[in-house]
């Protein structure tokens, strides 16, 4: 495995890459890597020649300087591991490399962008979608792989790649899950305890949810209540519950097709997101 820090040097070896042809997948990270990004780092492995892997703290997409000062930062465990795992590139750049003197482009997703996440995070995926623009540029995958996790992320960067003509086909990954249920993320290492029992209470809302549904409970005013209530706790504060479809993130009165409940809840300094697909 090589690393990388020069945008220029991975350009130059991606486009040899091109030239085999061999098939190159990219798994984008900011790094503090966990089995969720094992798996997707695997999924690459296993569909491409070539897996790049990313790692890049994006100042752009963080709303709170304290909440990028806390992002845990474990670049030499994630090079081992990226190591272990056969990863033929790690991509390491500098935000200077990325965001040279005088950056001043952006890239706006209207709709999607603006709903949910976007609501709570105003720029925040200016800034994804930006620093996704500049790493499928600078490696020209075939394959992207993100995690359902970040299910309006992987929409927001789908739609780009389809508006904007990319190449690059984006592969949506499961959500993988630590034993309690708790959604994986790099910022669990940041849960106390006491945050932890507040946290899996996110998976036992989603699964009542789940449960009523199969039910044959349709309104999705009774069905966000039912989380509601769950997640009411003292210490546990709610930013958004909503039941979407899944194409266009619309808020659904009733469940006609495909839907999808999202949450985002902070306990203490620490966000965490989550959703569950419903499905007919």
Not at 3 to 20: G, P, Q, T
Not at 36 to 41: E, K, P
Not at 64 to 69: C, E, I
Request: hydrophobic fraction near 40%.
């Amino acid at each position: 495995m090589e690393l990388i820090s020069s945008v220029e040097e991975m350009r130059l070896l991606c486009a040899d890459f091109k030239k085999k042809p061999f098939n190159v997948g990219l798994v984008p990270t900011m790094g503090a890597l966990h089995d969720g990004h094992i798996s997707l780092i695997k999924k690459s492995t296993e569909d491409n020649e070539i897996t790049l892997v990313s790692i890049f703290l994006n100042p752009a997409q963080f709303n709170s300087a304290t909440d990028l000062k806390s992002y845990p930062r474990t670049i030499e465990n994630d090079s081992r591991l990226c190591n272990s795992l056969d990863v033929d590139l790690l991509f390491v750049p500098s935000a200077d490399q990325i965001y040279p003197p005088g950056y001043s482009t952006w890239i706006d997703i209207e709709g999607i962008a603006e709903k949910l996440c976007g609501l709570k995070r105003p720029g925040h995926f200016r800034g994804v979608s930006t620093v996704v623009m500049k790493l499928l540029t600078i490696c020209s995958p075939d394959f992207a792989y993100f995690g359902e996790k970040d299910y309006q992320q992987f929409l927001i960067v789908q739609r780009m790649c389809f508006d904007l003509m990319l190449d690059t086909e984006i592969i949506l990954c499961p959500i993988i899950r630590e034993k309690d249920g708790l959604a994986l993320s790099s910022r669990n290492v940041n849960l106390s305890q006491k945050d932890r029992t507040l946290a899996i209470l996110i998976i036992k809302a989603m699964k009542e949810v789940e449960k009523l549904f199969y039910e044959g409970e349709r309104n999705c005013i009774e069905l966000i209540e039912k989380a509601k209530e769950i997640l009411s706790v003292p210490d546990l504060y709610i930013e958004y519950i909503d039941i979407v479809g899944s194409v266009d993130l619309e808020s659904l009165q009733k469940i006609e097709s495909t839907a999808r409940i999202m949450i985002a809840v902070k306990i203490g300094s620490v966000r965490l997101i989550d959703n569950l697909s419903l499905e007919l």
